[in-house]
């Protein structure tokens, strides 16, 4: 769940101590902070490298290397599309397309509503039901392009 307040002090300083004393924490505090706040700002970078006798580069170097870190506030939704082989050998293209034209953006950008958020996966686990979609934590599978519309069009009215 996103904080309603994206920079919440109490919030940075909460996870930080409920993973002071771990061994390798930076990990498990990245994703605590993206799962609470949405997404890691410069601030909360430099903060978390101050807690841990870290750099700023040896942070963000992580934040950057892992997709699935955002540097910036998502949109309202976050619309995953599955680009592994088994979605791929389904023709996931067509739905990238789809997903791209009906929001505005490509992978990693925000449409211009602030709705949505689109994002490439490599692997939802829903193999058997290829091509793959995730909107926020539901999965969607056998998704064509003119499925994909319908449900974007159901979360833009939620």
Known sequence: MVATELDNDANLERILAEHAGIEGPLLPILHAVQDTVGH???????????????????????????????QQEPGRHVVRVCRAEACQAMHCEQTEHRARRELGVDYG??????????????????????????????????????????????????
């Open 40 to 70: 890691i700002s410069p601030e909360h970078v430099a903060r978390i490298a101050k807690a841990l006798n870290l750099s700023r580069a040896e942070v963000h170097g992580v934040v950057s290397f892992y997709h699935y870190f955002r």
């Open 109 to 158: 950008g925000t449409s211009a509503d602030g709705l949505f958020t689109l994002e490439a996966v490599y692997c939802l686990g829903n193999c058997a039901a290829a091509p793959t979609v995730m909107v926020d934590e539901k999965l969607y599978g056998r998704v064509t392009p003119e499925r994909l519309a319908a449900i974007l069009e159901d979360w833009r009215n939620r």
